[in-house]
């Protein structure tokens, strides 16, 4: 059985914040917040936060922009996260709102309508609310019949979504329809010089179905790892309420060099495994999407993996326009760059993230 990724889609919101914009608003809050606490920084009872760069966030991350849900509050140091406006229990949700968008291009360029789909799975690292499931609101909003399901592997969630989408068509489901929905920008904090541009908000969608004539990328083999670590952690959750307590120190934090320092390794090793399981060398693979969470490390990846003479067109970036869009950075890159491989070519998506967790697929095109 050949099951396939036959068509993708995107969206992402009109409003972008560059990196200008973002260093302005910190800094702004920072001379304020460091004046306003003068006597105990002196005293040594604070520590003196720091301000920012453009040069800075690029050369760490290679970001250089990122779309937001909304970024007058974001903007505004007297907020610094987005203004979002209450919707009613009757009206779709904003997540289901911008899944739906993208699966209908997915949709659209599969060739398949509502009938023709069994599944639908939402896999992203933030859901919007805890029940009922967005992903069934999505399968509501399209008309589509059979089950759907939330699940969250934080970064990785697209790739475990493969796994989960191949498991069941493998099962008897025609097609799964798997969306990929993260309004990151609210869970960010845009206070810390460390963490505030790393994130953006963008949906992608995919349709995996079974298929011996239909273009698209065949599910060759599926590799998936996780093991725990607190380097990268969120705990923002419904118990908070039941603490008393809620500030900064609950929404997103890592330790990034920690992160950089093991992941990397991991990620590489984890691919080089498939290739060997596969009997492919790296020469083999005409690109790799790699998630989209940092250039360097996908640099370092790539060098790990195909050598230090490496293209680095190998491993698209779509980080300077997208910045870290979690489980859809991935699927944002083979989106975008999906035509620059063959019939007959090879290619491996691979994603990492908190956990840790890493999923990574070996993909080939059909025709």
């Given at each position: 059985?050949?099951?396939?990724?036959?068509?993708?889609?995107?969206?992402?919101?009109?409003?972008?914040?560059?990196?200008?914009?973002?260093?302005?608003?910190?800094?702004?809050?920072?001379?304020?917040y460091n004046q306003q606490h003068a006597e105990q920084i002196a005293a040594g009872e604070l520590e003196e936060l720091r301000g920012s760069s453009e040069a800075f966030i690029e050369k760490a991350s290679g970001i250089k922009s990122r779309y937001v849900v909304e970024k007058s509050g974001i903007l505004d140091i007297n907020r610094m996260y987005p203004r979002l406006t209450e919707r009613s229990n009757d009206e779709l949700s904003l997540q289901a709102e911008w899944g739906v968008t993208a699966a209908r291009q997915a949709m659209q360029q599969a060739g398949v309508t509502a009938d023709d789909i069994d599944v639908v799975i939402l896999a992203c690292s933030n859901m919007q609310r805890?029940?009922?499931?967005?992903?069934?609101e999505i399968q509501s909003a399209l008309g589509i019949k059979g089950y759907a399901y939330d699940m969250n592997v934080a970064c990785s969630s697209a790739t475990f979504g493969l796994k989960q989408a191949r498991d069941a068509i493998q099962a008897g489901a025609r097609r799964v329809l798997m969306v990929n929905v993260e309004i990151t920008s609210a869970h960010l904090n845009f206070k810390s010089r460390?963490?505030?541009?790393?994130?953006?908000?963008?949906?992608t969608a995919a349709i995996i179905e079974a298929s011996t004539d239909k273009a698209g990328f065949e599910l060759v083999d599926i590799n998936l790892q996780t093991q725990f670590s607190n380097n990268i952690r969120n705990n923002f959750g419904f118990l908070n309420r039941c603490e008393d307590a809620f500030g900064d120190g609950l929404l997103f934090n890592q330790d990034g060099?920690?992160?950089?320092?093991?992941?990397?390794?991991l990620v590489a090793k984890m691919i080089n495994q498939q290739l060997e399981k596969n009997q492919l060398n790296a020469d083999q693979i005409k690109r790799f999407w790699l998630h989209q969470a940092n250039a360097n490390m996908n640099e370092l990846i790539l060098k790990y993996v195909a050598g230090k003479q490496a293209e680095a067109a190998r491993a698209p970036i779509i980080l300077d326009e997208f910045a870290n869009t979690s489980s859809a950075g991935v699927m944002i890159a083979m989106h975008k760059t999906a035509h620059e491989?063959?019939?007959?070519?090879?290619?491996?998506?691979?994603?990492?993230?908190?956990?840790?967790?890493?999923?990574?697929?070996?993909?080939?095109?059909?025709?």
């Open positions: 059985m050949s099951i396939r990724i036959t068509g993708t889609g995107l969206f992402h919101p009109t409003e972008a914040i560059s990196n200008q914009e973002l260093v302005a608003s910190l800094n702004a809050y920072v001379e304020r805890a029940y009922p499931a967005v992903s069934i460390d963490c505030h541009f790393i994130f953006g908000d963008v949906a060099r920690k992160v950089f320092k093991e992941v990397c390794p491989v063959a019939v007959g070519e090879y290619a491996i998506l691979s994603s990492f993230g908190a956990g840790y967790s890493v999923g990574t697929v070996l993909l080939k095109k059909v025709a």
